[in-house]
């Protein structure tokens, strides 16, 4: 299993970045697919989940109506758009499966998000 995160960066507060996932290893057009994230000092948290098919979608509270977790199955790769970002978005995004009851996790994209 190979998940591969990418498209962080530096965003000013109020501003918009979308974050991406090329996964590989596994059937991903039948697996759920999740974001997690973690701040500096703080625990690593969950941010979105969404269906093998993409017809449904969780999200944390924190992010709710901000944030959208999309998928592409012919493209194996799961997003993340991030909008109206706040400087306590600032967090590595991690892309994560579950599969054959084990987590996978990728090495995870920075998310800055300062003026």
């Known amino acids: 299993v190979q998940l591969v995160e990418s498209g962080g960066g530096l965003v000013q507060p109020g501003g918009s970045l979308r974050v991406s996932c090329a996964a590989s290893?596994?059937?991903?057009?039948?697996?759920?697919m999740n974001w997690y994230r973690q701040a500096p000092g703080k625990e690593r948290e969950w941010v979105a989940t969404?269906?093998?098919?993409?017809?449904?979608?969780n999200y944390a509270r924190s992010i709710e109506g901000r944030f959208t977790i999309s998928r592409d199955n012919a493209k194996n790769t799961v997003y993340l758009q991030m909008n109206s970002l706040k400087p306590e978005d600032t967090a590595v995004y991690y892309c994560?499966?579950?599969?054959?009851?084990?987590?996978?996790w990728g090495k995870g994209t920075l998310v800055t998000v300062s003026s």
């Open positions: 994560n499966v579950m599969r054959w009851n084990q987590n996978y």
């Open positions: 290893g596994f059937p991903f057009s039948s697996s759920a």
């Open positions: 969404i269906t093998s098919t993409g017809s449904n979608a």
